[in-house]
C-alpha cells in the first residue's frame, strides 16, 4: 500500500516537472528493456569517467603551474626561498603534501585516466566482436576510433604534466616516434616542439591536455551521441542477413524513456565507478618521482604508462627502426578506421566473420603481450627468434581455435536451418526435399513460391549479443 502510494506521488512530480521543464523534447530516445545491463552501456562508462576527468582535472589546474622555471611555491625548501625544482613539478609536490585531500585528488585523476583508456578500450573491442560497426552505423565506428586516438593523446600529453624525468624521457621518444610520421611529421614537428626548450614542450603539452583535445573530445563526443540517437542502440548480432540495424518509431515508444529511468540507471554507475575509484587513490595514493634535472635519476629507465608500453617494446625488436614502428601504427590505425568498409558481410555475429575474428584476436593478444613485455623488460634489446618464439604459438593457436569455432557452428548452423524448415512444411502437402517433390529442386525457406522465413526482429535473440 506505501509502496504504490510512494510511486504515485512520484508520478505526480516528475510528471510535473517534466511538463514544466520540456524534458520530452529534449531528452535522449529511449532504449530496449533488455539493453539494462553494463554490457550494453560500456560506452556510458566511459563518457562518465570522461565527465569526472574534466571535474578533476579543473580543481588541480586552480594549483597546478605549467612552468619550468624556479618558484616560491613550498615543495620541501626554506620558507620564502626559491625552490631548486621546476614549478610544475614543485607546484604537484605542493597538490600531494600540502593540499587538504590533495593526493587524493591527483591520484584519482590519474588512476582515472588509466580507467577511462581501459574502458575506452572494453568498449571498442565490445563493438569490434560483435559487428556493430556495419551499415547504418559507419559513420558512429569512424567518430569513436577518433575518440580513442584523441583519448590516448591526451593520456600522452598529461604524462609529462608533473615534470618528472621519467615522464620527460619517454615524451621524448614518443616526440622522436611522432616526427617519423610521413607527411604528418613534419607538419606537427613545430607545434609540438616549440622553441625547442623545455618550457616550450610543457606550454605546448598544457595547452593540449587541457583545452585542445578535450575541446576535441567534447565535440566528437556530441556527433557520437547524435548518430547514436539517429540509429538507436545496436540490436543484438547475428546471423541472419536479412535482419533489420534500425529500430521502428513503434518499437520505440515500447522503451523505457530515457528520464528519468535510463538517467538514474546512468547515475547509478557513475557513484558507483567515482566511488572506487576514489577508494582505490586513498588505499594506493600516487607517488611522485623525482624531478627533470636532478643528478639522482640519471640511472632512470624510460619507461611510459601501460597505455604506450606496447608501442615502446616494438622499438626494442631488433631491426625495427622508428619509422618501421610508425609505419605500422598507421597500418594498425587506419584499419580500425575504415574496418566498416573492409567487413561487407551483412551478418554481424563473430561466428560468420571468421577472418576479421582472428584479426581481431591476433591484435588483442599482441597488445597484452607487448605491454606485460615491455613491463618486464623495458629497454631489452630483442631478437627476431625471441619475437617469434614467443608470438607463433599464440597465433598458431589462434588460427586453431577460429577454425574450430566456425566449423562446428556451421555445422549446428545447418543443421538447426534444416529443422527449421521441416518444422515450417504443411504435412501432406510438400515432399522430402521441397515443394518440388523428392525428385525436384528443393525450394528453400522464404524463397518466391515457398515459405515466408522468420526474421528475427531487432531486439529478438539472446540479450547481450547486441552492441
Not at 613550498?74 to 626559491?82: D, F, K, P, V
Not at 560497426?133 to 559507419?138: G, V
Not at 607545434?191 to 578535450?214: C, E, K, N, W, Y
Request: charge should be positive.
Amino acid at each position: 500500500m506505501f509502496e504504490r502510494t510512494f510511486n504515485r506521488s512520484l508520478n505526480r512530480v516528475w510528471g510535473f516537472i517534466e511538463e514544466r521543464a520540456g524534458i520530452p523534447k529534449w531528452a535522449l530516445r529511449p532504449q530496449p528493456e533488455f539493453t539494462f545491463k553494463p554490457s550494453y552501456w560500456t560506452g556510458a562508462f566511459v563518457v562518465n569517467a570522461f565527465l569526472y576527468q574534466v571535474v578533476s582535472g579543473l580543481l588541480l589546474l586552480l594549483y597546478y603551474q605549467p612552468s619550468t622555471a624556479f618558484t616560491l611555491t613550498s615543495c620541501g625548501q626554506a620558507a620564502g626561498a626559491l625552490s631548486t625544482s621546476p614549478a610544475a613539478w614543485c607546484s604537484t609536490y605542493y597538490i600531494i603534501n600540502s593540499l587538504p585531500m590533495g593526493s587524493l585528488l591527483l591520484s584519482s585523476h590519474l588512476y582515472g585516466a588509466y580507467a577511462m583508456i581501459f574502458l575506452m578500450l572494453v568498449h571498442f573491442y565490445r563493438q569490434y566482436y560483435l559487428g556493430v560497426y556495419k551499415k547504418p552505423r559507419e559513420f558512429s565506428w569512424m567518430v569513436g576510433t577518433l575518440m580513442m586516438m584523441l583519448t590516448l593523446g591526451m593520456g600522452f600529453t598529461g604524462y609529462l604534466l608533473p615534470y618528472t624525468q621519467l615522464s620527460y624521457n619517454a615524451t621524448q621518444v614518443g616526440l622522436v616516434l611522432a616526427l617519423r610520421l610521413p607527411t604528418v611529421g613534419p607538419l606537427i614537428g613545430p607545434f609540438l616542439l616549440a622553441d625547442g626548450t623545455g618550457q616550450g614542450l610543457l606550454s605546448r603539452m598544457f595547452a593540449a591536455h587541457v583545452l585542445l583535445i578535450p575541446l576535441a573530445l567534447g565535440a566528437l563526443l556530441y556527433a557520437h551521441i547524435a548518430l547514436f540517437e539517429s540509429h538507436g542502440i545496436a540490436p543484438p548480432a547475428t546471423s541472419d542477413p536479412t535482419q533489420r540495424r534500425r529500430w521502428t518509431e513503434k518499437e520505440d515508444k515500447k522503451g523505457v524513456p530515457f528520464w528519468p529511468h535510463i538517467f538514474f540507471y546512468m547515475t547509478k554507475w557513475a557513484l558507483l565507478y567515482v566511488g572506487l575509484l576514489l577508494g582505490i587513490a586513498a588505499l594506493w595514493p600516487w607517488q611522485l618521482p623525482t624531478y627533470v634535472g636532478d643528478l639522482s635519476a640519471a640511472g632512470v629507465v624510460t619507461e611510459p604508462d601501460w597505455y604506450f608500453l606496447w608501442t615502446f617494446k616494438i622499438v626494442d625488436f631488433t631491426g625495427l627502426t622508428p619509422v618501421a614502428v610508425i609505419g605500422f601504427s598507421t597500418v594498425l590505425i587506419l584499419y580500425f578506421l575504415f574496418l566498416p568498409f573492409l567487413d561487407r558481410s551483412p551478418r554481424t555475429h563473430p561466428r560468420d566473420r571468421p577472418i576479421f575474428l582472428f584479426l581481431g584476436n591476433s591484435l588483442l593478444a599482441f597488445f597484452i603481450l607487448t605491454t606485460v613485455w615491455g613491463g618486464l623488460t623495458p629497454g631489452i634489446q630483442i631478437s627476431p627468434a625471441q619475437v617469434a618464439f614467443r608470438f607463433a604459438p599464440v597465433l598458431a593457436l589462434n588460427a586453431i581455435v577460429v577454425a574450430l569455432f566456425y566449423l562446428r557452428y556451421q555445422r549446428s548452423y545447418q543443421a538447426r536451418l534444416e529443422s527449421r524448415e521441416r518444422a515450417l512444411r504443411l504435412p501432406g502437402v510438400y515432399g522430402a526435399t521441397g515443394p518440388a517433390g523428392p525428385t525436384g529442386p528443393a525450394v528453400p525457406v522464404g524463397a518466391a513460391g515457398g515459405l515466408p522465413a522468420s526474421r528475427a526482429a531487432p531486439g529478438a535473440g539472446a540479450p547481450g549479443e547486441g552492441g
